[in-house]
């Protein structure tokens, strides 16, 4: 019986092979489908067998890659020599957990074999998917054992597929190997519906870029605070919105701002890999009055190309900061400045608009205040409040519960709370002991007539609320998020999206 097993896969498979490449080679006479299957090398540096089928290629020869693989990696005729390559191969390691995904940015080399381990530290299964990244070819090298059988169905797919993916049940790993041609910048993420959302995504950089940080991930372990050499390490005890006061050049209000690469502290001990203007999360408060004429000198000290956007208040298009757009990207190492006359009144704010999705989350946003020049305040004090996710934290001001700063208030006392949403979710934010009004929306006056008094308000990406509470009902009250999973450190509650509020007698 085992004879029968050991000859019987083995033979299916190298007819599969033979009748794979013979395939391959009749698509490749077809005119249309000569880009899509490039044909069969056997020379790489490596020595790695390579079907080059795209997921676009014919299905039997897609199928005979995957066969291909199994070979390689199962011992029947090729085993020598994908030890060899794997002794060879860059190792990487991705570990997963309630709800993030460790290192923050994961460097992979082009054109050389990658042996990548997805471990599961969490208590739930969970997946790596690096979007849109397909390589020659994807090999199992060994399986979680625990997987349900969904999850196991969809790790065979997606790998025979050349997609870069990985599963692993709680407490397991799977490791496979796959070589990827091209440079370029990926998000990875667990496809797990709401896992993403919750902050399981990661950065993915093929290639150019890739090797300085490779080295240090290969030396890496998998522990919770990702290490990143170039990054400065900014304590919980500095905050972030800080006040910056401009140099008045001629009139002109000039401010710096500066986009850096730092591990931002989110709770005692506990870090993110942050990008940041002038060091902090969320970056400087850019406070003006109307009509004031602001120059904004920035400077890119990322590893990366950046922009800035400053989003509501009204300036001229070349101002808008949208690469290749209105401005060409602002690569590492270079400035650009930004001028505009601050008008109308309002909560405004500013953030990177290049590669939004990985960089914004990091951290690259701000605040900009534009007060009216002479009007009378309404109220008695101001506070703002900023919401975002980052790595599965829930942040306030770029702090989680309970290193969030509280407000406080006397009692009767009229706080105008400026809450804004620099997260990719929607937070219905809810004020215990003392309802509020909503007098300003996305930096626009809400005319009295129309003010709504409520207790929550939901507010999604970009925009602005300003709430005004009047603090008549003394005592220690919560303004927290509503969505119970977002007031969570890990799992735990109390965390994540509170502030405490504390009204005196
Ligand atoms: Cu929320």
Redesign the pocket.
């Known amino acids: 019986m085992s004879n029968l097993h050991s000859w019987f896969p083995g033979r299916i498979s190298m007819l599969m092979v033979v009748l794979s490449l013979v395939a391959a080679a009749c698509t490749a006479s077809y005119g249309a489908q000569v880009t899509e299957v490039t044909g069969v090398n056997e020379q790489t540096p490596e020595g790695y067998l390579q079907a080059q089928a795209t997921p676009q290629a014919s299905p039997s020869a897609r199928a005979g890659s995957a066969v291909l693989s199994s070979e390689q990696a199962g011992g029947t005729g090729q085993a020598g020599q994908a030890q060899r390559e794997s002794a060879a191969a860059a190792e990487v390691t991705v570990t997963a957990k309630e709800f993030q995904l460790q290192p923050a940015t994961i460097a992979i080399p082009a054109g050389k074999v990658v042996r990548l381990t997805f471990r599961n530290e969490g208590a739930v299964e969970h997946d790596f998917e690096v979007q849109g990244l397909r390589a020659d070819e994807v090999v199992v090298v060994e399986r979680s054992a625990n997987l349900s059988a969904a999850m196991s169905a969809n790790l065979d797919q997606q790998t025979s597929a050349g997609q870069v993916y990985a599963a692993a049940a709680p407490g397991e790993a799977t490791t496979i190997e796959f070589k990827v041609s091209t440079s370029g910048r990926y998000q990875a993420v667990c496809t797990i519906p709401g896992h993403k959302e919750a902050g399981m995504t990661t950065e993915v950089v093929v290639g150019r870029g890739a090797s300085q940080g490779h080295d240090h991930q290969m030396h890496q372990n998998s522990g919770s605070m990702p290490h990143v050499s170039h990054a400065s390490v900014v304590k919980a005890g500095k905050y972030g919105l800080q006040e910056i006061k401009p140099r008045i050049v001629h009139g002109v209000k000039v401010f710096n701002l500066t986009a850096e690469h730092v591990k931002w502290e989110v709770l005692p001990g506990e870090y993110i890999d942050a990008y940041a203007y002038n060091g902090m999360v969320p970056g400087p408060l850019i406070r003006v009055k109307e009509g004031d004429r602001v120059r904004i000198h920035f400077k890119n000290e990322l590893p990366e190309p950046t922009t800035i956007h400053f989003h509501g208040n009204t300036l001229p298009n070349s101002m808008d900061g949208v690469p290749d757009v209105t401005q060409p990207v602002v690569k590492p190492g270079q400035s650009f400045t930004y001028e505009f006359k601050a008008e109308p009144v309002g909560t405004f704010i500013y953030h990177t608009h290049h590669n939004s999705a990985i960089q914004e989350p990091k951290g690259l946003y701000g605040v900009l205040i534009i007060e009216p020049r002479h009007q009378k305040k309404s109220y008695d004090q101001e506070v703002i409040q900023v919401?975002s996710e980052a790595e599965g934290y829930?942040l306030i001001n770029g702090k989680a519960f309970p290193a969030t700063t509280p407000i406080k208030a006397k009692r009767g006392e009229r706080v105008l709370v400026r809450l804004i949403n620099l997260g990719q979710?929607?937070?219905?934010m809810h004020m215990h002991g003392n309802p509020f009004e909503i007098v300003a929306t996305d930096g626009h006056d809400v005319p009295p007539a129309a003010r709504l008094t409520k207790d929550v308000v939901t507010i999604g990406p970009g925009e602005r609320y300003d709430l005004l509470v009047k603090m008549d009902n003394p005592g220690k009250w919560m303004f927290h998020?509503?969505?119970l999973s977002?007031v969570q450190n890990h799992g735990q509650e109390p965390g994540?999206?509170i502030t405490l509020v504390n009204v005196s007698k």
């Open positions: 919401l829930y979710m929607v937070h219905p998020c509503h969505i977002h994540g999206m």
